[in-house]
């Protein structure tokens, strides 16, 4: 008999996964978290993982987004802005198109 892959198809909200995440991380302020509360703590933070957020930050003004490390420059100076990925697309067309003429 061949090897059956056996799946269980669980949703949950991404509320309740943050959720449990903030009360894992407030145990663990207070010393007091568990060796399987750290596992699915992991656990928790790999599900939420799952889900992306097309977005993009662009702090030079060229229309293209920068990289996730610009999180830690903006908290810091405020000088970024979000913008929509489909916007930055198409920003980043045109310049090839500009580029490609010369």
Known sequence: ??????????????????????????????GIATREERIQHDLFIKALNEVTIPI???CDGDGIPDTLEIFATSANTSCCRIIPVEASRRANAKQIKRGSRR
């Open 1 to 30: 008999m061949a090897n059956k892959k056996y799946t269980t198809r669980l949703e949950a909200g991404l509320g309740e996964l943050i959720l449990q995440v903030l009360k894992f991380n407030a145990k663990q302020k207070l």
């Open 56 to 58: 993009g930050f662009d």
